[in-house]
Nanobody, 121 residues
């Protein structure tokens, strides 16, 4: 059983940055891929980024490639999403999620409750 808690959301202007944190607790969390997802009301949840258990490999949605960076510190039970050059379209509730193994898929087993990111003109 894993517990994930997001933090770091807030309101910013276009072009500014935010850093999101996902604190993970539970046994063997370092064997789990961790993904960041986001959802806008009325729309499907979409994956933003995923990092493998080792932290050596990550993937990004095309819409955030080059602007967002995911990282993890297994010793600190922490996954970070650095978001730069934020755009209006990045506004959403951001969730972190965990899945045993190396891939992030729609059937992530553990989810946090989310943190709001708002980009205001």
């Amino acid at each position: 059983q894993l517990l994930l808690v997001e933090s770091g959301g807030g309101a910013v202007k276009p072009g500014e940055s935010l850093r999101l944190f996902c604190t993970v607790s539970g046994l063997n969390w370092d064997y789990h891929a961790i993904g960041w997802f986001r959802q806008v009301p009325g729309q499907d949840r979409e994956i933003v980024s995923c990092i493998k258990p080792s932290g050596t490999s990550a993937t990004y949605a095309p819409s955030v490639e080059g602007r967002f960076t995911i990282s993890r510190d297994n010793a600190k039970n922490l996954v970070t999403l650095q978001m730069n050059h934020l755009q209006l379209e990045d506004s959403a509730v951001y969730f972190c999620a965990a899945r045993f193994g190396g891939l992030c898929k729609s059937d992530m087993k553990y989810w946090g409750e989310g943190t709001q990111v708002t980009v205001l003109p």
